[in-house]
């Protein structure tokens, strides 16, 4: 079987390829102080029991919207965090339980691409220290004129050009931003890149710029992205397969078109009956979702879209669906479908 | 029903307000700039008209000026704002603090925490504007206020108005922002992203409930945006800006199946789709000018695909073509043969 969903962002044929990175029953739990005074009673979800697989080559697109774990998940994934519980394997590996020394050597392989550009850079270093900062961690024997070759070579690939090496963060624009940090993501040549909201913050004419950009760096590089974004016109765009998170779980992963066109679970319909179909000659009625995401400190007991779910009954009040395998290549967590 | 005239000299009936030759500049240690020029356009009652631009095209200026909420360093230096009849520009500023803002237009931002006081429960947030302006007693205020925010879709009201800010969640806040401007019955409600910062499903509910009060209460919008699928769904003129200038204007209709001004072209272009198109996405190439930093000419030349010399040289004048109002070169009807 091969739902071959070939998209946008690279031309890798995708389908049941080989995985590069596996997630197990994958959970995030923090111990919240409901109040000040308090016992440290509550506990808050942030991931709970994911499991799912990302094959290389491909662009697996995760949407949801706020508190439904996504951006969690990206630095679980990566390791900037610790997972309470669950594996997540690499090429085969394990890497949760990975030493310092053996993590240090992982995230060569494996890049972040964060949401606020300027944020995430120092305003008092120059653009040839930002791209060169993992560089001079990874490998510090690279002869001095070799790097300089190298990060002229990355602002280049990512569309700027070599002069703007002395230059600060604050000269340039948001998009100009976002390219130099993408620059930096690639510096070490990774396998597996993390884009967190990497779009988000950027105009539409200079949006469209960033996601051709990145759709040449993964045909160039042979990257595999996890695309984090709440944005699912993006999402569509970009992804071969999506997944869709609420409420810190997985609630349908299918092929890109399948999801889109024939979107299986009540969320999954309901997040895409919400948004606007950009014409305005079909302003067909909105699917109007009642109420508002629940607070993950009380998550529901039973699916956590119960209490928003047009179709839900007593079973789905109390017992949590489990993520079932279909047909046609996707899994649906849902008792209804 | 107001009378005024718009821009053509055509006399409508319907305009509720008509900005007209509006320019703001702005001081700043680096000089002083221009960061909308000439802008002019009408509201018609009961209408929701969209200011669409991305950042730096001026749209939150507009939308500033209009509410006389400039920062220290902005001044109107021409145009008028005719609200229902009355040049704004001509008021003394108490009688604009008094009678008209937060009376007659009132305004409702994209962050609701930032814009909400929080040391101030709901129920005084709402009646504030009524107790002070309208004289009326508190406790029909109070009543009001009740009133209103089960007319924005808020659940048990009597308890919510003695609740603070914090223990609202965003999309919650943004319906109190929306009661509050609501309160007064403004005549026109001045909208800048209010649904920016929500999660899709609860933009869904906010730009339905927006669409409700304009169809149940004749409010007139005014809806400033980046996000031309909120203005596909909510609009029924749009107003396009960029660099400051207005670029194109029409229905909303006509501005998405029959987009004049290339910068409007890209935009749209440049929209991922949601059916979902292989390959790389159409792009505007370049970075909109800064403020300080706008080209001669037409300010879209240095982007623009069909660019001759003349962009470079003349500002290009505003033509009507079919229904839309266009400022750009190719439209010119006497335009010679080799510009083209």
Redesign the interface.
Known sequence: MNASTGNATGNAPVGRGEVLLAARDLSKHYRVRQSFFGPASAVLKAVDRLSFEVYRGETLGVVGESGCGKSTLGRILLRLEDPTEGDVSFEGEDIVGYDRRRLRALREEMQFIFQDPYSSMNPKMTIRDIILEPLENYRPDMAVSERETLAGDLLEMVGLTRDVLRRYPHEFSGGQRQRVVIARGIALNPKFVVCDEVVSALDVSVQAQVINLLADLKRRLSLTYLFISHDLRVIRHVSDRVMVLYLGQIMEIAPVNDLFDRPMHPYTRSLLGAISKGDPRNRQERVILRGEIPSPLNAPAGCPFATRCPMADTRCHEEQPRLEPRDDGRVVSCWKV | MPLTRNSKGVTTVSEILRVSGLTVEFSTEDGTFSAIEDVGFGLEQGKTLAIVG??GSGKSVTSLAIMQLLAENGRITAGEIVLDGENLLDLPPNDIQHRILGQQISMIFQEPMTALNPILTVGDQITEVLLEHQGIAKKAAYERAIEVLREVGIPSPEKRIRQYPHEL????RQRVMIAMGLVSEPKVMIADEPTTAL???????I??LLDRLKREFGTSILFVT?D??????I?DDVIVMYAGQIVERGS??DV??QPKHPYTQ??LG????????????????G??PSIANRPSGCRFHNRCPFAHPRCTAEAPAVYRVGGQDVRCHLFDPHRSEESQ
């Open positions: 991305e950042s969640s965003g999309g919650m999660d899709v499903t609860i933009e869904a509910q730009l339905d980046h031309l699928n909120v203005v596909a769904d609009a909303v209709l998405f199946e890209g935009l440049a929209m991922p789709s949601l059916t979902g198109v292989e390959g790389d996405l159409p792009t505007i190439p970075v909109v």
